[in-house]
């Protein structure tokens, strides 16, 4: 069974950084991509970014230019640096490992790690 375990949320200001951790219990290369999902309360869960096998990022719109998701290999982690916060941005990030075949698509989820932007 994979393991994926977040760290890094909390309570910042609006404008501040947090940097959020996906520790994987196995090799991040066996994925044919990584990403982090979140979802406020009463509102649907919301891809934010994602990362594949080959190194190849997306992001959600509303979040160009300030997040930037990146893998560290050697580590199995995968980070999102969370930049310019506001508050639209609180919410629970989770962490989702996917493998993909030809007509399936398998996603492992971390617990997830809350985010607060508040002033």
């Known amino acids: 069974q994979v393991q994926l375990v977040e760290s890094g949320g909390g309570l910042v200001q609006p404008g ?27 509102k649907q869960r919301e ?26 290999n050697a580590k199995n ?3 999102l640096q969370m930049n310019s916060l506001k508050p639209e941005d609180t919410a629970a990030y989770s962490c989702n490992a996917a493998v993909r075949g030809m007509d399936y698509e398998y996603h492992y989820w971390g617990q997830g790690t809350q985010v607060t932007v508040s002033s």
């Open 77 to 79: 982690t995968v980070t």
């Open 16 to 42: 501040g950084s947090l940097r959020l951790s996906c520790a994987a219990s196995r090799s991040i290369s066996s994925f044919d991509a990584m990403g982090w999902y979140r979802q406020a309360p009463g």
């Open 47 to 72: 891809l934010v970014a994602t990362i594949t096998r080959g190194g190849s990022t997306n992001y959600v719109d509303s979040v160009k230019g300030r997040f930037t998701i990146s893998r560290d």
